[in-house]
C-alpha cells in the first residue's frame, strides 16, 4: 500500500493527539471544565425555552436554545425530574425535526408508471386522499356478519402512525379511522 506523505503527517498527527489525550486522562487531569467550556461556547447568546419533546406519553422535558429565532441546539432538561436531563435517541434527535435539509417541503406525487415525481398543492392532494378513502370505504365497508352481528367495519384500509409524530396526532388520528370502520390500525396512540 502506498502512503502519500500527506496521510503520513494525518496519521502521525491523530495517533500523537490521542496518545496526549489519553495520557493527560491517564494521569488524572480533569477534562470536565473545557467540555464545559466547550458547551458554554456553543449556546452562548442563545434563548433557552423550555419545551416537551413529542414523541411518547413520557412526555420529557427540553431545553430549545435559539438564536435569532433559529433553532441552534435542543438538549434535556436536567431539571425535569421525569428524564433527568436524558433523552432517548429519538429525543436526542429532535433537533432533525427542524432543520434537516433533505426534510420534505413540498407535496409529492408519482402517477402510476410515471418515472417522475409531480409537485402537487396541497389541497389537490388532500382532496386526492379524501377522494380515494371514500372510495374504498364505500367498496369495502361491512355492516354486519352473515349471523347479523353489527360490525361496521372495513377490512381494506390499515392506519400507519407513529412514534415520530406528535402523541396529540396520533390521538386525532386513531378517533379518525375507528370513526371510518378502520380496525387495522397501529400508531403509538394504543398505548
Known amino acids: 500500500m502506498q502512503v502519500s506523505r500527506r496521510d503520513f503527517l494525518r496519521l502521525s498527527l491523530g495517533a500523537g493527539s490521542g496518545t496526549a489525550l489519553a495520557g493527560l486522562v491517564a494521569s488524572g487531569v480533569n477534562l470536565a471544565p473545557a467540555v464545559a467550556r466547550a458547551q458554554e461556547l456553543r449556546i452562548k447568546g442563545a434563548k433557552t425555552t423550555p419545551s416537551i419533546c413529542p ?34 435517541p429519538k429525543g436526542a434527535a429532535i433537533f432533525q425535526l427542524h432543520v434537516n435539509p433533505n426534510r420534505p417541503t413540498q407535496v409529492l406525487h408519482r402517477a402510476a408508471g410515471a418515472a417522475d415525481w409531480a409537485v402537487w398543492d396541497f389541497e ?68
Do not use: W
Open 55 to 88: 414523541y411518547c406519553s413520557v412526555g420529557c422535558a427540553t431545553l430549545v436554545h435559539t438564536i435569532d429565532d433559529r433553532i441552534v441546539n435542543i438538549e434535556g432538561d436536567p431539571r425535569s425530574p421525569h428524564n433527568e436531563g436524558c433523552l432517548c
Open 124 to 191: 389537490r392532494a388532500m382532496n386526492r386522499i379524501a377522494e380515494l378513502v371514500k372510495k374504498t370505504r364505500d367498496e369495502t365497508f361491512i355492516q354486519t356478519l352473515p349471523d347479523g352481528k353489527l360490525i361496521n367495519m372495513t377490512p381494506a384500509i390499515f392506519a400507519l402512525g407513529g412514534a415520530t409524530l406528535e402523541i396529540e396526532f396520533n390521538h386525532i388520528h386513531q378517533k379518525l379511522m375507528r370513526g371510518l370502520g378502520v380496525v387495522a390500525i397501529e400508531n403509538q396512540a394504543r398505548i
